[in-house]
């Protein structure tokens, strides 16, 4: 349904996971994360997380260092907020400024991105012109405009704040719906 434009875009990040800066030793973790299949969501039918980081975050934490997991599937603003309170114990993010004020990244990324993808639509009439694309600045002189979801902490700070439009919706999923209505030229 959607075209994927397989160019290197912006930059290379990674995710690391994140902790509240206090520390304190428990048998048991609550995890924050937004649903994002397929890399983490609870399932609608069995009530079971499952995705790619839910397996290597069962491995390492589960398997290896005998933690209870308790999975917390929120909008991501408010796994933000939870850890940054300190309700919830870590999450799995890229770590930003905003982010590192009030929370420690581990010391080797969890997961590296060699890759980013720029999606939109199919039949996009500047679809030429996208793949084309090989800086923010490019999408910031073609005035395209981009859409994420809300609490995008690496989005802001390198494609918004660079000087791309932006519109912000709930989640990965109403993004998605959000380029497919052509509502904005990419993600």
Known sequence: MYQMIQKLVFITGFLV???????????????????????????????????????????IFEKELKYKIVYNELPWKRCQYN????????MVTVPTKARLAYSSPSIKPLISVDENILLTYPGHPMLKNLT???SVKDLVEKKYHGVTYIGNGWWGERIEGKGVKTTYVKSHENVMKFLAKKQADFR
Do not use: M, R, Y
Request: net charge negative.
């Open 17 to 59: 996971v994140t902790w509240p800066n206090s520390s304190h030793a428990q048998e048991t973790l609550s995890w924050a994360f937004d649903p994002w299949p397929p890399f983490h969501e609870i399932n609608k039918e069995t009530k079971k997380p499952e995705g790619l980081l839910i397996e290597l975050i069962q491995e």
């Open 83 to 90: 850890v940054e309170k300190g309700i919830n114990d870590f």
């Open 132 to 134: 084309a694309i090989n």
